[in-house]
């Protein structure tokens, strides 16, 4: 295979990971913002609704998430289109979501932390 198909190839592998990884945070988030309040199982030691479970899920797949949109701005050459910013924040927008929940869940942990050890 010469290099133009190999680049080809990988292209493709990338924008499939991508889309499926794009999906996976729609629905997610869709379900952390409309889903239930009532916990799954409510005699489990740590009680969760669906929201806090898809969020949580969020939260574990920004790394991937962030490593897929380089991966989709990298290959497909979004640097030298006509819509540079746009395509850029497009691609990004669920690596951003993701990013925000993790950023999210650090605070509070850290805010927990601090208010258990230091404001008790």
Do not use: H
Not at 75 to 96: E, H, M, Y
Request: glycine share 4%; proline share 5%; charged share 10%.
């Amino acid at each position: 295979m010469n290099e133009t198909a190999t680049n080809k190839t990988v292209r493709i592998i990338f924008n499939s990971i991508y889309g499926i990884g794009a999906a996976i945070v729609i629905a997610l988030c869709g379900i952390a913002l409309f889903g239930s309040d009532q916990p799954v199982n409510p005699d489990a030691m740590i009680p969760l609704s669906p929201k806090e479970q898809a969020f949580i899920w969020l939260v574990f797949g920004t790394i991937p998430m962030l490593l897929a949109c380089m991966a989709v701005y990298k290959f497909n050459a979004i640097k030298n289109s006509t819509n540079r910013k746009r395509n850029f924040a497009l691609i990004f927008l669920p690596g951003f979501i993701c990013s925000a929940c993790a950023l999210y869940m650090v605070a509070l942990v850290i805010y927990e932390i601090i208010d258990y050890y230091l404001l008790r």
